[in-house]
């Protein structure tokens, strides 16, 4: 039988926002000692914005965003939704008459887009064409054959070092430049990174993007630079908690994306936002409702009450 202060305590976590599978998991959320915590979504707020264009030898740069944003139709990321956006915008400031149909989609988890995309007859004065349409991280970009000049690479990486995350575009095999985009960090994360120290939790930041945006995030919520996992694929966030786990730790994983879901699953104890993917949430022994990292101390912290209570 289940005792029941561990119901009480999943009752008292539904009062909270804090959704909790099953009264068990309150025993596996005890004993946890390490928190790994993505950046995207979880740490901040998902929700990006596009901060510059950049196109290469003179390229359209309204004709990039809407290549890229009819490329990005079908993903479900934030950086798609942002782009998405973006060509939304220009288009009702009139600087974007059509935007290209995508034929096919294909998405690489933690990597980027491929579409086979249908642009406008206007932009040939004669019948629309078919074009193949990468969008991604640049190593994503170069991993599909796609080569970058100098003088390009240094353009993005500067943009990278700058604490920006870059989604660079090919046409047709060949790079055509690439858009920088900004989050912001939810105000709630560093006092909840913070409050996870004080209970004698270690953070650490798991992150697909790049290594700059990662310490740049992780020093403003506390994060200690050595404890940062930065372009890290969906399979090496699962590897990153197999290796903590193999070490002794008893691990949280904190995520919301479709990468996040194989290391939610294999984490100790899964937490998800909310507001994230149905894939995340269906992985995850946890779904915060508040989407703030204030309720995965309140959850271990409850668990810890509800538990001593019972002894
Ligand atoms: P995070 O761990 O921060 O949530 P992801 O693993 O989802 O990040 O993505 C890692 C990187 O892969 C992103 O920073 C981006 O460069 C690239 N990427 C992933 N999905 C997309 C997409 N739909 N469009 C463009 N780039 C993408
Ligand atoms: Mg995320």
Not at 84 to 90: E, I, K, Q, R, T
Request: no cysteine; glycine share 10%.
């Amino acid at each position: 039988a289940t005792p029941i202060g561990l119901l009480v305590g999943t009752g008292r976590g539904a009062q909270l926002g804090i959704l909790i599978r099953g009264p068990e998991v309150l025993e596996d959320t005890r004993t946890v000692n390490t928190v790994l915590l993505d950046k995207t979504g979880t740490i901040t707020e998902g929700k990006l914005s596009v901060s510059s264009v950049t196109a290469f030898g003179g390229a359209s740069r309204t004709k990039l965003v809407a290549l890229a944003a009819a490329a990005e139709q079908g993903s479900e990321h934030p950086i798609a939704k942002a782009i998405v956006d973006h060509a939304a915008a220009l288009r009702s400031e009139g600087k974007l008459e059509d935007l290209p149909t995508p034929q096919t989609f294909e998405s690489s988890a933690g990597g980027g887009v491929k579409s086979r995309v249908l642009t406008p007859a206007r932009w040939h004065s004669g019948t629309p064409t078919g074009v193949d349409v990468l969008v991604g991280r640049p190593l994503f970009l170069m991993q599909q054959s796609i080569i970058f000049g100098k003088d390009q690479l240094e353009s993005f990486t500067e943009a990278q070092e700058k604490g920006e995350t870059v989604v660079a575009l090919a046409v047709g095999g060949k790079a055509l430049g690439y858009i920088s985009l900004q989050d912001t960090i939810k105000p709630s994360s560093a006092a909840a990174i913070a409050e996870l120290k004080a209970m004698g939790l270690r953070p650490v930041l798991l992150t697909g993007d790049n290594k700059a945006v990662a310490e740049k995030v992780a020093a403003e919520v506390g994060i200690a630079p050595e404890d940062v996992f930065a372009d890290v694929l969906p399979e090496g966030k699962v590897e990153s908690v197999k290796n903590l786990q193999a070490q002794g730790s008893v691990v949280a994983m904190v995520g919301d994306g479709v990468n996040d879901a194989p290391a939610l699953a294999q984490a100790d104890l899964g937490i998800a936002m909310g507001s994230g993917t149905d894939v995340a949430i269906e992985a995850a022994d946890i779904t915060l409702m508040g989407n703030s990292l204030t309720q995965v101390a309140q959850a271990i912290a409850l668990s810890r009450k509800t538990l001593s209570t019972i002894k």
